[in-house]
């Protein structure tokens, strides 16, 4: 049974700072492709930050770049969304989420949600100004 917990977030004033970390269960993340989804009150949900480590790449949202860092820890299989000089829109639920990553044929976009299988319960943050 495949698991993915959040742990993490809480509140901070603007400028802060706030780590929210993803820990796996059933698969390794190594072999994922895993993002952070965010969503603010009465939005939709989006995409943060997207890891794929076969790939040896990372991708930020334009908003998030600069001040949002995403890794991985192999040895304890989470993924970690360092947010840095946070902002009152950064304010919501951070939802993790995995696919398999596929090197070779399907193509898939890693912004999307539909892309996504395994998904995590959510954290919240809140900044205020």
């Known amino acids: 049974q495949v698991q993915l917990v959040e742990s993490g977030g809480g509140l901070v004033q603007a400028g802060g700072s706030l780590l929210v970390s993803c820990a796996a269960s059933?698969?390794?993340?190594?072999?994922?492709?895993v993002a952070w989804f965010r969503q603010a009150p009465g939005k939709e949900r989006e995409v943060a930050a997207v890891?794929?480590?076969?790939?040896?790449?990372?991708w930020y949202e334009y908003s998030v770049r600069g001040r949002f860092t995403i890794s991985m820890e192999n040895a304890k299989n989470t993924v970690n969304l360092q947010m840095n000089n946070l902002k009152p829109e950064d304010t919501g639920i951070y939802f993790c989420a995995a696919r398999r990553e596929t090197l070779h044929g399907g193509s898939y976009d890693y912004t999307s949600q539909t892309s996504y299988v395994y998904w995590g319960q959510g954290a919240r943050v809140t900044v205020s100004s």
């Open positions: 059933g698969i390794t993340f190594s072999e994922y492709v």
């Open positions: 890891i794929r480590p076969l790939r040896g790449d990372t």
